[in-house]
């Protein structure tokens, strides 16, 4: 296999990238997914960078001695995760590699197990609180201000579930925002991603939006006195109700949530 693109030779476009050897024959008993990981490997050991071009296919199935199917297969498979774009008529490219982005495609995950819920749930309590902790020392008048706007947006989309969900999204950024910690904010562009499924589970729920909203309006109003207990309490306290309203929301998760003896998920599991 490959020997048809020895023979054809490297586009010229892509002539130094098969000089290069970091790419290396792959087995010829191998499967896509050894492609695949290959590419993954050159990409954490940083031998390729965010937007870097790929060879092209043929290029790639000379240098790793595969056919060209199987190329195109373990390159699929990176699209779907997220780490490759394929852009027709033009090549191959790393994307930009951002948590967000990587992480995006794993809500269905959270759909069907109960437990990778339970575990973000447990994760926001560990970010948020400290959050809400640290905001309560560092947020400005402008992001006061900010989150002040936020709350009335908030109010006046009660009966729009889709909206309400955006904004409340939008606050518990702002929140973290206000808490003036990069890594944080990191954290909180995956927390916000997994979220999602959480949130499309109790979103319906009028009864939901009413209690987030008082919650919501508690925690800027201890931002705003600057106290750090308070403000640490007030999200503890609207965790809870996300808790809780999950239960009714998705049946199994409700025992699930309170399972001292459950096996943990291999990914870490919710968001109001």
Not at 66 to 81: D, I, K, Q, T
Not at 202 to 212: D, K, N, V
């Amino acid at each position: 296999m490959g020997s048809d693109a020895r023979r054809a030779g490297p586009d010229s476009v892509d002539a130094a990238a098969v000089r290069e050897s970091r790419f290396t024959v792959i087995p010829r008993s191998t499967l896509p997914e050894e492609v695949a990981n290959r590419l993954l490997a050159l990409i954490r050991d940083q031998h390729l960078l965010p937007g870097t071009k790929l060879p092209a296919e043929r290029s790639l199935a000379g240098m790793m001695d595969v056919s060209r199917p199987v190329v195109r297969e373990a390159l699929r498979a990176l699209a779907l995760m997220r780490v490759v774009d394929i852009r027709p008529g033009d090549g191959t490219y790393i994307t930009s590699l951002e948590p967000k982005q990587l992480i995006a495609h794993l809500d269905f995950v959270f759909a069907k197990d109960s437990i990778a819920l339970v575990q973000l749930l447990e994760a926001r309590r560990v970010v948020e609180a400290g959050n809400a902790r640290l905001a309560a020392s560092r947020v400005t008048e402008a992001e006061l201000a900010a989150l002040d706007d936020l709350v009335a947006s908030l109010a006046s989309c009660i009966d729009d579930p889709d909206r309400f969900s955006e904004l409340d999204i939008a606050l518990h950024d702002a929140v973290c925002a206000g808490a003036g910690n990069f890594l944080l904010s990191q954290f909180m562009n995956i927390v916000s991603t997994l979220g999602k499924v959480s949130r499309e589970r109790t979103g319906g729920l009028r009864g939901i939006r009413e209690a987030a909203l008082r919650d919501h309006r508690r925690i800027v109003g201890a931002l705003r006195a600057h106290d750090p207990d308070a403000a640490e309490k007030a999200m503890l306290e609207h965790l809870d109700h996300v808790e809780q309203g999950l239960g009714p929301a998705t049946g199994p998760i409700g025992a699930a949530l309170h399972a001292g003896d459950a096996e943990p998920s291999p990914v870490g599991g919710g968001r109001q």
